[in-house]
DNA sequence: GTGGTCTAGACCACT
DNA sequence: GTGGTCTAGACCACC
């Protein structure tokens, strides 16, 4: 894996890895027990401080995306959704409204929208079969 | 309309005014030529400051969903897509990438994405027709 | 980079530096990748709250002319059109006409303002070549 | 001639109106000597307050472009510079260069900016010869 | 009445 | 240190 930094952004150096990191975990890139390099490697490599890459890792690992074993280094955990389905749901219909919201607001058409989810949610590694709703 | 404002959250104030707007006016809630309140009264209204609200309302205009005519009030805009048709597929895919993320990592599967996508998608007042491209 | 604002114009504070910094982009006196005063900074030189600065700042970078990036300041930007060409050309020629308005008040003939145009417009940095039109 | 407002932009009306008479009279459609129509009729026409027309009026006669006379009406004035040579030469330069920076923040390259501007020029009535510079 | 601009001063997040 | 957000309160322009 490599990550990219782009200083231009007004994101904040932290959010971007972030959300390189959850976005290469979704798309099967980053699997289950891999290792990623350590604060001080990853620091050196993305010339960023590492306080920022220690946030990145420890944030991640509350949101249950990593876990951290002590002495061993940070691995991308399994997944494990921790909500209640009522919850999950909830959330989904908040990023799907916020997506439309922002959709709509680029002047395009729902056949247009549907179409390109359509297109790039190959690209993601999603759950296999329907049911991921008993919890 | 009814906005409503929570000062518990991290979104910024303005932030949270300024999605619900959009949202409304992506929904069809709020149509072109409609008067919002005014600055004062809005203000009183959500108890924020009234510099809050007109910063909503500026950045709003500035983005084309409202129009201020001075002295009358603030009112909501006609649709007028600006950008380039590059950068709106660039934009459109930016957007779907990072929702995508987030909905892996909800553990739903893909076909439960697209058909919360395909349910929600009705509430929203898209352009009809599907080409929109050729500017 | 030297900015001067006169309070006894009409013309607001924020607007004046606003279109000072604009100018000196446009006419490659500051390039892309500079960083600019910070806001304490320019608004202690120009007497001028902080506010207005940052209300200066951040109305640039939503125009895509400056680059916020957190903890570090604020940095001229890449040129990066996201315009639609229709939309550009209708933009082009409002200023235009209403430029060549003002000049045949200022009684000059349409000689002399084609040669001042083209006098002048050597003091700034264009995009090379002629077709910018595809987008 | 006929003048409309646009209430849905944030130009104030009285601007709207100054800018569309300055622009016949520029172009030609409104010669020295016409006759405009009187406060009361233009105000029923545009459905806009008569405070707001004579406004209008009485800033385009302190700028030379309109004569009342007392009991007869308002006139199209003769063309008649009042600022020094280098104050209207100064001023064009002002407003060059503030034409100049918008067309470069539009991406323009300069050979289009030249075009368009010796296209445009042609819809105007300038003075003319070329000296217009003794005074 | 409407919104727009500016100041002063506080608190927070990012690096 | 950097910028971002919010409040409070003043003054001005437009209608």
């Known amino acids: 894996m490599e990550f990219q930094i782009d200083p231009t952004t007004r994101v904040p150096i932290y959010r971007q890895l972030m959300d390189q990191i959850r976005e290469a975990v979704a798309r099967g890139r980053l699997k289950a027990g891999v290792r990623l390099p350590s604060v001080r490697v990853l620091s050196r490599e993305l010339v960023v401080n590492p306080n920022t890459i220690a946030r990145v890792y420890s944030e991640l ?12 280094g940070v691995f991308v955990a399994e997944a494990q959704p921790e909500l209640s ?48 709703d008993q919890n």
């Not at 690992?61 to 061993?72: A, Q």
């Not at 058409?109 to 297109?119: D, G, P, Q």
């Open 61 to 72: 690992e509350r949101d249950g995306i990593l876990n951290t074993r002590p002495g061993l």
């Open 85 to 132: 389905a009522a919850a999950r749901r909830q959330r989904l219909a908040e990023i799907i409204d916020a997506f439309l919201t922002d959709a709509v607001h680029l002047s395009f058409s729902s056949e247009e929208v549907l179409a390109a989810v359509s297109k790039r949610i190959r690209g993601f590694q999603f759950l296999e079969g329907a049911a991921s």
